[in-house]
């Protein structure tokens, strides 16, 4: 492509809503502009780019036995209505009427298309395990977009979903999926995690995160130091055994607290430790509230909360509905003397705690040296923290680190979640109708543009990998108007496609500054630079990776490039 005739529009300047690095580059560099916040134009850079991430996608969907299918993006109301969705999964779900009235939303997934569609056209055990997917336009009403393509409101996704008749035939194609999207974030050229995770709004239980670290991912990993262990630190298993106190066990006593809330304040006024006070708090589980009691100087794992609830959402109670259920505001919560109001839970480091101090559900006061089991009754102790970085690793082997992470991939074992809300069924081998067993596979497509964009950079602008870049080598002829320079990179640019490489051509009538600084801000592996030397076919080929530079002449360049964009 001759630069002249596509769309290339540099910055000089960075954006000022632009954040972070990712997408400072990507808009300074042509590939996206802002239509609206969350919402994005991919310029031609970008979309040669994401065709080359979504061609290694369908290889490795091919590898796994996936036939790719492509879904409406408007899907009627009673579909998420039948899954239940409609009303459970949020704002965040865009919807609309047609002329008629009908109701719509704009899909933020799947899942209840493509049963709707199996279950139409799939009616025997035979044509089963079945999977299939598709690269699509995903629409979500996100509260606060940001950091360029990493939150968006609209965003390109590839969601694949398989059908089962057994438990044994998901794991099958779960491991599958596993494999192929480890073999797709490693052709991308990315450093990332597979982590345990928690499956959202999706449902079902078996679910696995794909993870970019970055400093400015929004999840957190927790890691082994000794071993491959990792998951998302919503579902990281903190510790479950404590070691008592052998101090003797004091009296209850009610202390006055003026103007004293948080934990650091009640310690600090109390001159006790953070983790000798028990921290109260109090959510509402679907309908019930419940009480959840931490060790001071711990978090609640409120993803853990929903869980040991079995609960559909769970979010912190109001203030307003907290004074009046208890009589006191949040900084004086605490267990003792609730008569009933609501249950009680623990995480196990508060089982093991002796003289604690915790709220007295009166304004202004707290209780030193209260007993779990002796000054209040805890319904069930569970592990409902978040870890700690230092904690012992889940599985046994070495203490947990922490790393930010971008989410790129996540896959689930749905089971029966939308199956049974749909009544999806199909004929076993004796005749009876059996419920579907389903898993689904989703990959941010543009999020995975944005994380290379992330990860391979520097001061000058994006750095590509030769299997991701929009072209793989920058012919630069220094000045158009020399005829040498001219010819040589015209015969360079019809050599180059020839031999199969995609290349970019600048024809442009600019200043050599500008064309190199447009050159190393764009990105491309290699550019090759058509100068004074051209009347003798010599050329300088520079690496943008490394910035390794050669002097070479045109007989003998192709070799070089063929070496050059193997190890990029």
Known sequence: MKQSMTLIPTLREVPAYAEIKSHQLLLRAGFIRQVASGIYTYMPLAKKTLDNIERIIREEMENAGAAEVLMPALQPAELWQESGRWYSYGDELMRLQDRHGRGFALGATHEEVITSLVNDDVQSYKRMPLTLYQIQTKFRDEQRPRFGLLRGREFIMKDAYSFHTSPESLDEVYKKMYKAYTNIFTRCGLDFRAVLADSGAIGGKDTQEFMVLSDIGEDTIVYSDASDYAANIEMADAPNHYEKSSAPEKELVKVATPEQRTIEEVSAFLDTDAEKCIKTLVFKADDDYIMILVRGDHEVNDIKVKNMMNAKTVELAEHTEIERMLGCQIGSLGPIGLDGKMKVYADHAVKTMVNAVCGANEDGYHYTNAQPGRDFIVESYEGIRF????????????????????????????????????????????????????????????????????????????????????????????????????????????????????????????????????????????????????????????????????????????????KILQEV
């Not at 599985?395 to 049974?420: C, M, N, P, Q, W």
């Not at 040589?488 to 180059?496: P, S």
């Not at 080929?541 to 070089?560: A, H, N, Q, W, Y």
């Open 387 to 562: 870890m700690k970085e230092g904690d012992p690793s889940p599985d046994g082997k070495g203490k947990v680190r922490f790393a930010r992470g971008i989410e790129v991939g996540h896959i689930f074992k749905l089971g029966k979640t939308y199956s049974e809300a749909m009544d999806a069924t199909y004929l076993d081998v004796n005749g009876k109708s059996q419920t579907y067993i389903m898993g689904c596979y989703g990959i941010g497509v543009s999020r995975t543009l944005s994380s290379i964009a992330e990860q391979f950079s520097d001061d000058n602008g994006l750095v590509w990998p030769s299997n991701i870049a929009p072209y793989h080598i920058h012919v630069i002829p220094v000045n158009v108007k020399d005829e040498n320079q001219t010819q040589l990179a015209e015969e360079l640019y019809k050599l180059f496609k020839n031999n199969r490489y995609d290349v970019l051509l600048d024809d442009r009538k600019e200043r050599p500054g500008v064309k190199f600084k447009d050159s190393d801000l764009i990105g491309l592996p290699v550019r090759v630079t058509v100068g004074k030397k051209a009347s003798e076919e010599i050329v300088e080929v520079k690496v943008r990776k490394t910035g390794e530079m050669f002097e070479v002449s045109k007989t003998d360049i192709l070799p070089l490039l063929t």
